[in-house]
């Protein structure tokens, strides 16, 4: 059975830092690009940033130099470092594996930035 497990979302004060990870399990980890999207109320759900199986990162103009994506295929996980955090990072944030047709995607876990 499929899982992708987010944890880590809160709140964080405007300039903060957060952590996200993704524990994924019942695939084969190490094949599937993993990233992570977020969906603002209101708003249609955006990619927020990818790695591939290589390492390789992809990210939305909105967050480049702020948000970092890894993965350690030895532990199934994907992290998203957050810093330096704005009001409009407030989203649900969820995790995803992708592998040509096949794409997986998490319950998703709250961030929300405010004072």
């Known amino acids: 059975q499929v899982q992708l497990v987010e944890s880590g979302g809160g709140l964080v004060q405007p300039g903060g830092s957060l952590r996200l990870s993704c524990a994924a399990s019942g695939f084969t980890f190490n094949i599937y690009t993993m990233g992570w999207y977020r969906q603002a109320p209101g708003k249609q759900r955006e990619l927020v940033a990818h790695?591939?199986?290589?390492?390789?990162?992809n990210y939305a103009d909105s967050v480049k130099g702020r948000i970092t994506i890894s993965r350690d295929n030895a532990k199934n996980t994907v992290s998203l470092q957050m810093n330096s955090m704005k009001p409009e990072d407030t989203a649900v944030y969820y995790c995803?594996?992708?592998?040509?047709?096949?794409?997986?995607w998490g319950r998703g876990t709250q961030v929300t930035v405010s004072s």
């Open positions: 995803t594996a992708q592998y040509i047709t096949s794409t997986f």
């Open positions: 790695i591939t199986r290589g390492g390789s990162t």
